[in-house]
């Protein structure tokens, strides 16, 4: 099972929304760095096992993005906020000002 780095993201923002079971093992997997098996081991469990559930997480975690688009959006508004400081830096109001526009509409 090869990590899926782009899943850290989505645990940061819906991690609260997994049982505590699921975060856990994520977080272990992804954040600690912990290999199926040491997940295994400490949780008491088998490797096949932590890989199912940390499959099944990962999951949830993109349906969840896929119904909200939190990281999208979140990423697209720091886009924008860097183009805004560019802008900014160069003197470019009117870039600037449309930059504002965008990130107002957005929300």
Known sequence: MSKDLALCDLLDVYGPLLNEKQRRLLELYYYDDLSLSEIAENEGGSRQGAADMIKRAGKELEQFEKALSLVKKGKERQGLITSLRKAINKG????????????????
Do not use: P, S, T, V
């Open 92 to 107: 470019n109001n009117e870039q600037a000002q449309n930059i504002i526009n965008i990130l107002e509409e957005m929300g």
